[in-house]
């Protein structure tokens, strides 16, 4: 691990043509077979194909990391008691059906519920916001 973690630095601080190598990993047409010899020689070629995988693919990662922290807040999301789900255009009817029964208290809940879809989910949600409901967003709040 320190070998990675020392390499990845080196990539980093490391500049090839004025770029960073780290940069240049992120490239589609740049692979660690690219880097001159004596830079390439400083760990296994394995150990670069990490890092390279590493650089490759962190801006993923973090998308990721975001889109999950979305769908916990939205989870979080508190859908207001005695709401008509008739009144929310785009639902089905039968998830209207199954959430006026069910009577959830977030959209978390809501979302566990079976048959209901994440479209459904982000339809009520959309909903929530557009009639000032917002301000039941645990998450939102200033």
Not at 16 to 34: C, E, H, N, W, Y
Not at 63 to 75: A, D, K, M, V
């Amino acid at each position: 691990m320190e070998l990675l973690n020392q390499i990845r630095l080196t990539a980093i601080e490391t500049k090839v043509r004025g770029i960073p190598i780290a940069q240049l990993l992120k490239r589609p047409d740049f692979s660690v077979m690219d880097l001159p010899h004596e830079i390439l020689s400083s760990a296994s070629p394995s150990v670069w194909e990490l890092v390279e995988t590493d650089f490759k693919y962190e801006g993923y990662a973090a998308r990721q990391s975001e889109q999950n922290r979305q769908l916990e807040r939205r989870g979080q999301q508190i859908i207001p008691d005695g709401l008509d789900y008739n009144k929310i255009a785009g639902l089905r009817s039968e998830t209207r059906q199954k959430l006026s029964a069910l009577r959830p208290t977030s959209l978390g809940q809501a979302a566990r519920i079976s048959g209901i879809t994440p479209a459904d989910i982000a339809i009520i949600s959309i909903w929530l916001m557009k009639n000032n409901l917002h301000n039941l967003l645990p998450y939102l709040k200033s």
